[in-house]
Nanobody, 127 residues
Framework: QVQLVESGGGLVQAGGSLRLSCAASGVTTRPYAMAWFRQAPGKERLFVAGISRYGSTTYYADSVKGRFTISRDNAKNTVYLQMNSLKPIDTAIYYC????????????????????WGQGTQVTVSS
């Protein structure tokens, strides 16, 4: 069974940085496409960034483009989200997700298409 465990969340002031990590276990075939989503209180879970199986393709929501960077280390089965220039509107629970069916260079932003989810990590940005 695939398990995803996020870490790295916390409290940071506006303008600061955080790096989230998502460690995957139980992946016995080729690497999965991965993504980060976030959910603010009372809001729906939204796509933040995605990365293809071997990292050749990345895609970002407009709201984080130029501030966040997604990367992966397949040798460590870990995906990262570097978040810079954080704003109070970035406050949310951040979830890691994996999709085992996408083509090699494909990314998808629809949360309903993802097969596995982590438990989430809280990111709070104070003004």
């Amino acid at each position: 069974q695939v398990q995803l465990v996020e870490s790295g969340g916390g409290l940071v002031q506006a303008g600061g940085s955080l790096r989230l990590s998502c460690a995957a276990s139980g992946v016995t075939t080729r690497p999965y496409a991965m993504a980060w989503f976030r959910q603010a209180p009372g809001k729906e879970r939204l796509f933040v960034a995605g990365i293809s199986r071997y990292g050749s393709t990345t895609y970002y929501a407009d709201s984080v483009k130029g501030r966040f960077t997604i990367s992966r280390d397949n040798a460590k089965n870990t995906v990262y989200l570097q978040m810079n220039s954080l704003k109070p509107i970035d406050t949310a629970i951040y979830y890691c997700a994996a999709d085992r069916r996408l083509a090699t260079a494909q990314i998808i932003t629809d949360r309903n298409e993802y097969d596995y989810w982590g438990q989430g990590t809280q990111v709070t940005v104070s003004s």
